[in-house]
């Protein structure tokens, strides 16, 4: 892999692959639509706004492989998602295509799915039950990692990321928390496995309290190595402090589906 171009330079993940990818990657083009506050000499970076396909195909010349964190990382206003998530998600995987790139990583969520209550086991093939605005732009960014894949023949991971960090924050986490190192474990599936077309991976470390099966990551090699139960005390001292929320509670999406609920309060 010669060229990776990281989107997402100056967010919360990127930030911290920008101190794990170097070590893997020797030749990195990272972009964000701002410049990170700690970018290092020697770093290269092409600041651009991924709404303006322009802009995205300067960002695409001369790269080999995307890994796809930009755009806006939790729910937003319909315009901030459309522009950020939706057009901005088009636009890379356009870009892909007509430079020539040859894999993408697309940061997925686990909120493309976050309808499914916490008492069902689910794989990658079931169908999507986005919880939020946010949710419904990272099931699209699924939809057409599937459509250049096969269309146009490139080589889709989908990674339906969890809750990323170095512990889980709460009881929700302990079934989804993904530890850094286990996300480098995946986007190196993504970009190195020579049987890769188009895969969905969940996005989550050894947590004996998942919610999702996840033996399509496994079939690839991955052998995640965070154990979220080593640190159930702490998440479980974290949860007493937060108020109970009768529907997301219930629901893999927590906080996403709860937020402007209201299907209970309308006659139908
Ligand atoms: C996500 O997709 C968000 O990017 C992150 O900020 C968290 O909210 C995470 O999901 C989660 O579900 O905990």
Redesign the pocket.
Known sequence: MSKILVTGAAG?IGTRMRQMLPAIYSDIRWSDIRKPDDLKAGEEFVQADLAQLDQVEALCKGVDAIVHFGGF??EGSWETILAANIIGCRNMYEAAYRAGVKRVVFAS???AVGFYPRSQKIGVDVTVRPDSR?GVSKAFGEAMGALYADKHGLRVTCLR????GDAPLDV??LS?WLMPDDLVQLIRIGLEHPDIHYEIFYGMSDNAAAWWDNSNAKKFGYKPTGRAEDFRAHAEAEQARIAADPVGDLLQ??T?PSDEYDADKRDR
Request: proline share 0%; no cysteine; aromatic share 18%.
């Open positions: 919360g990382s939790v969520s686990n909120h946010y990321i969890g809750n990323f929700r986490r989804i999406g927590g996403y």
